[in-house]
């Protein structure tokens, strides 16, 4: 960052300097405030952040078409499964009631995503676009090592050069999810899949306590804020039109 230098003239009277170094004093009181990149303005205060790739913009799904998803859950015990169905169930109907995107559980599925999966996913469609695994996920070249979940999506520019997702997942380690509470709200199973959800939908963190999206969750309130609802309505135009 660039320093600003004040310099004065020997000549100068006291009454000079003395003004200088209360201005000196008002600099240095003044906080410097950045936009992450890829970031919306503010918006009432809430940024949005998209996740990077080669455009300014997020990818984007067909917000006029049901965004059908599946859930591979068969490491967990059965009682705790049907649980993280529910959550999963209302993680997507949080989403699909704050935004022009619809989102539906559609089933069950012994799917594991990887790179190649996904990018198979562009010429052989499936019944679920987004596949939602909780599990061991080590042995997937998505995963990253150290956290509790990772969501994404693959995309490809179409005719009009809009990045257009055609494949989403979220990625649990059923190991982690004894740190997140059942039901909703804060550090809730809930709160982890509408994170990750975001994500798939082509949102990125942001260190806005009042969003979803900050990179950990425990910083969160665990609720949608204003800047991830905007956020939510930006790539829904982006991919349908405004």
């Not at 995107?101 to 052989?124: D, Q, Y």
């Not at 260190?207 to 900050?214: E, L, V, Y």
């Amino acid at each position: 960052m660039k320093r600003l230098l004040t310099f004065t003239s020997p000549l100068a009277s006291l009454c000079d300097v003395f003004t200088i170094l209360i201005a000196a004093i008002g600099l240095a009181n003044w906080t410097l405030r950045t936009a992450p990149v890829h970031a919306s303005p503010d918006v009432g205060r809430d940024p949005y952040v998209y996740l990077a790739n080669d455009r300014s913009d997020g990818a984007a799904w067909d917000c006029n078409h049901t965004i059908n998803v599946a859930i591979n859950a068969e490491a967990l015990p059965l009682v705790i499964r049907r649980q993280t169905v529910d959550e999963l169930s209302n993680a997507l109907e949080t989403i699909s009631s704050r935004s022009r995107f619809t989102m539906k559980l559609v089933g069950t599925s012994t799917e594991f995503p990887t790179m190649k999966w996904g990018t198979e996913r562009l010429n052989v469609r499936t019944q679920a676009d987004v596949v939602v695994f909780i599990g061991d996920p080590a042995a997937s070249d998505l995963w990253d090592p150290g956290k509790a979940a990772v969501g994404g999506s693959f995309s490809v520019p179409d005719g009009d050069m809009v990045e257009r997702s055609f494949a989403g997942y979220v990625m649990v380690d059923s190991a982690q999810l004894v740190h997140y509470r059942p039901g909703s709200g804060y550090l809730s199973r809930s709160a982890l899949f509408t994170h990750e959800l975001l994500h798939v939908l082509g949102l990125g963190h942001t260190r806005h306590p009042s969003s979803m999206m900050t990179p950990r969750l425990s910083e969160s309130s665990g609720v949608l804020g204003e800047g991830d609802i905007a956020g939510l309505q930006h790539l829904a135009g982006l991919g349908c039109g405004y």
